[in-house]
C-alpha cells in the first residue's frame, strides 16, 4: 500500500470517527438512563412477577388479645371486585369496635395491614410504566449506537448560518435517512431485534394503564 493510500485510509476513518462520535456518545448516555429506570422498574415488582397483594378491608366481628396487639376477624371485602371473603383475620395493632372497616390486603399467606415486599396492582403498574420508558430509552439509544446518528443543526438561515455549515463540511452529520440505511443495510442481525424492543414498548405501557385500572 503506498503512503498517499494509508493516508487516505488513516483520514477516512477519522471522518468516520468524527461523523459518530457523538451519536455513540449519546446513544450511551440514553442507555445509561434507561438502565436507571429499568432498576426503578425492576424494583417496584418487589420479586414478584403476578400480582400477590390485593387491597381492600376487612369490615370486623370481633378482636381478640394476641401478641403484640390484636387479632381482628371478619369479611374482606376486595376494593376492586367487590367479592367478600368471609373468615378473614388481620393482625391490627390495637382494638377494633364491630362493623369497622380496617384497611386491609388479600395474600397468599393471608392478610396484612401493609402491603410491604408484595405486589400490588398499583405497583404492578408503575413497574411496567418505567420498564415501558426504559425499552423506548433503549430503543432510541441503540438507533445512536448502532448508527452514530446526529442530528442536524436546526438552524438554517442567520449570522451564523456560515459557521454550522463550516462545522458540518469539517465533521459532517449523519441524518436520519443515512441512520436507517445503516440499520436496514449494514446492520441487519440488528433489526429483528429492534422491532421487537419497538413492539413491546407500547404492550408495555398498555399493560401499564390497563394494570392501574385492574
Known sequence: MTSTGAADQYVARRNYIFRRMFGWLTGIAIVVIGGATAWAGVGYLDGHVTVSARPGSVVVRSCEPADPGYTCTGTFEDDKTGEKTQGAALANDRDAIPSAALPAFKTDDGYTATADGELTTAKLSRALFWLGLTDL??????????TGYQPRPPLHYGPFIGVWRERERRFGRVTLEEGWHVVRHERGPALPILVVVTVLCPVLFVGSWLAGGA
Open 137 to 146: 430509552l433503549w430503543l432510541v439509544g441503540a438507533f445512536f449506537l448502532l
